[in-house]
């Protein structure tokens, strides 16, 4: 065994716009900080060559990116995963070249973020192992290889007969070569589009398929549109005109219409970038058959490059809204409640706006429009009862704006008198509940046992009607489950719910629970003894397939591929799956095997190859005896069912790990034998490989 070369460490932390302070950052030495809006702290780190280190940054109360970048300022990663302000971000990279490396820390979201703590450390700092170094150091190899597999695609594609199939490829190709070679991306576009529209003339409303297919040529032109908005705006406005799709199979014309809104909005914002003139046209003539929420953010970005523009057609829609009634009118309603936050003065507005919803200092509309607008709102919401055989979609309607006014926060008794008062007294009335003697039972047994810490809260409910006490069981268990004491939680379940169903119900979300809470935490080992207590087989197959890519990251080598080994056995020793949810979490094992030991994790997938060929075989030979999988004699990889899914995923595992053996993968993948999932494999990759991830 080689031994490991010295390496000196010598990590700077410096906080903007604090004075910068040394720090020196050693093995099992964690250090933590305070974060705030605004603020980056940045570490070096000096490495020798070669050398594999890993850092985690412990979120302790606010969410952080962690960027790398290599001596020569390339940057190499960020790091944020979906774990929320609690819970590791984990950052693993191999110094290939001797030198300073940086490690930048930031919070991720808004300026007014409020600030947390955060700790950061050294979980492994080692040679790195010949597969680390082969992987980083082949990057460039294999994308080669991965390019000279595109070429080899190029007559297989068009080869496909099903139009779905085929269009996804085209897509899928178009994305990977757009940044190396945007004429063949083009090409592969413009067939897709063509696709698309030729798709459309086949499509039958008296079919059995005809859900299936609107479904899916809507999200295909929804995908053609997104990708192609961003390089060619006004050929993707065009695409979308050009494309209309037929009536929604549910007969929900209302949000067909606020689908095709959107869409088209999505569009015109990316020509708002270059041409705002032309933007605000096309979003008037939008305006003048239809309403869409979206049009808030469509005026975010004019008053970005033009408030005096922003501010006129603002007052555009104000005065069509004031014209509207607007509670038999949802996407009106939605708009005037959007308008409303949007133009909310500055000083409150941060702290009442919707989520994502760009803001400016400048409110869009002037202070009378406004109220006026505001008015209307409050009037029509307030003034609401539910008549008639349109009642449900009023009502909702009504909700909506009365929970939004709801939210508003304090302009609402600025601008009416009372406001806060009348909207809840509103809503207390068409919910029906205040009087209702029920639910007033249940709130006063939930309220005591949310304000009891301690051990009455049992005792409390006893005293409860017979027909709220699993009700408020169950509540009491979840309490004690988040609190982290899944032992009383589970005591809590099965002493008092006599319902078999609804106990196990209880106890399947205590373990999800405890599950999701290790893994957040990083507490791998945790988790994998909560799925081994699992006694369902395939229960506990599904849960290890939802945590089983996240082990590793925060672990030393050595402990991953233990605790790899670890979920591999709790599954049927059988090389094959016994059933679906096993077969997801053996590929989800050999994808993260795949970091650390790429022989084992082609071990644990060539079975699956063979496996998935059998039952490609099988479903064609019960095609017209069940559920349809194929089309065109082809298996339709759109249609949702088992084998197009688990064939997909495979694909995707195959992609993974072709990063560290292009060869094996793709000999692998050779072994398919459907061609329409063989290219499949192909595309997952060349996407891989090309793009490095």
Not at 235 to 263: C, H, I, K, N, W
Request: charged content about 25%.
């Amino acid at each position: 065994m080689s031994k490991l070369p010295a390496l000196t460490l010598a990590f700077v932390l410096v906080c903007i716009p604090l004075a910068a302070q040394t720090t020196q950052l050693q093995s099992g030495t964690p250090i933590e900080r305070t974060l705030g809006p605004g603020q980056v702290h940045t570490f070096t780190v000096d490495l020798q060559e070669n050398t594999y280190i890993q850092v985690v940054v412990e979120q302790r109360g606010i969410d952080v990116v962690v960027t790398v970048s290599s001596p020569t300022g390339n940057n190499l990663g960020e790091f944020d995963s979906p774990n929320g302000d609690d819970g590791p971000e984990n950052v693993a990279f191999v110094a290939v070249t001797a030198g300073t490396y940086q490690i930048s820390v930031h919070p991720f979201g808004p300026d007014n973020t409020p600030q947390g703590r955060y700790e950061i450390k050294i979980v492994e700092l080692r040679q790195a192992t010949e597969q680390e170094l082969k992987t980083t150091q082949n990057l460039d190899v294999v994308k080669k290889k991965g390019l000279a597999l595109m070429n080899d695609l190029e007559g297989l594609i068009p080869q496909i007969k099903s139009p779905q199939t085929r269009i996804r490829a085209q897509l899928q190709a178009a994305e990977i070569l757009w940044d190396l070679d945007e004429k063949r991306a083009s090409k592969y576009l413009s067939d897709a589009m063509t696709g698309v529209k030729e798709f459309l003339t086949t499509i039958d409303n008296s079919s059995q398929q005809y859900f299936q297919q609107y479904s899916l040529v809507t999200q295909l032109r929804h995908e053609i549109a997104e990708m192609l908005a961003g390089r060619d705006p006004e050929a993707a406005l065009a695409f979308v005109y050009a494309t209309v799709p037929p009536p929604d199979p549910s007969g929900d014309r209302r949000e067909q219409m606020s689908q095709e809104s959107g869409l088209e909005l999505m569009v015109i914002n990316q020509i708002m970038r270059n041409d705002p003139n032309r933007a605000l046209q096309l979003a008037r003539e939008s305006l003048k058959t239809k309403y869409s929420s979206n049009l808030t953010n469509t005026l975010a970005q004019l008053q970005r490059q033009n408030p005096e523009l922003a501010t006129q057609f603002a007052v555009e829609i104000a005065n069509k809204l004031l014209n509207e009634k607007l509670i038999k009118n949802h996407e009106a309603a939605n708009l005037a409640l959007n308008l409303a936050r949007f133009a909310q003065s500055p000083q409150r507005r941060n702290q009442t706006a919707a989520p994502n919803l760009a803001l400016s200092e400048k409110p869009v509309l002037p202070d009378d429009k406004y109220r006026e607008l505001f008015q209307k709102i409050f009037n029509e919401a307030v003034a609401y009862s539910p008549t008639g055989s349109s009642a449900y979609a009023e009502s909702e309607t009504a909700f909506n704006l009365l929970n939004g006014l709801q939210a508003i926060g304090p302009d609402l008794d600025t601008v009416v008198s009372g406001g806060t008062a009348a909207v809840q007294k509103k809503i207390a009335e068409l919910n029906g509940r205040a009087s209702d003697p029920r639910y007033r039972i249940v709130q006063q047994y939930e309220a005591k046992i949310d304000n009891d810490p301690g051990e009455n809260s049992a005792a409390v409910i006893e005293k409860a009607p017979p027909e709220f006490k699993d009700q408020l069981y169950v509540q009491l268990a979840q309490r004690e489950a988040n609190k982290g004491d899944t032992a009383r939680a589970r005591q809590i379940i099965d002493e008092h719910i006599r319902n078999p169903y609804q106990r196990q119900q209880a106890l399947a979300n205590i373990e999800q629970q405890e599950i999701s809470r290790a893994m957040s935490k990083g507490k791998v080992e945790d988790a994998l003894r909560a799925i081994a207590g699992v006694r369902n087989p395939r229960e506990r197959a599904s849960r290890l397939s939802q945590i089983a890519n996240q082990i590793g990251p925060g672990q030393k080598r050595a402990t991953a591929l233990n605790l790899l080994e670890q979920a591999r056995s709790l599954l049927n020793a059988s090389p094959q799956a016994q059933d679906e949810d096993q077969m997801r979490a053996l590929f989800e094992i050999a994808r993260s095997f795949a970091r650390y030991d790429v022989k084992r994790a082609f071990e644990i997938l060539d079975p699956l190859v063979d496996q998935i060929n059998d039952l490609c075989a099988a479903a064609r030979t019960m095609e017209g005896f069940g559920p349809a999988y194929y089309e065109n004699d082809e298996l339709s990889l759109q249609n949702g069912g088992t084998v197009a899914s688990l064939a997909q995923q495979m694909a995707g595992v195959l992609g993974n790990l072709a990063l560290i053996n292009f060869e094996r993968a793709k000999l692998a993948s050779d072994r398919i034998r459907l061609p329409e999932v063989r290219l499949r494999a192909y595309l997952e990759i060349s996407q891989h490989t090309i793009q490095g991830r």
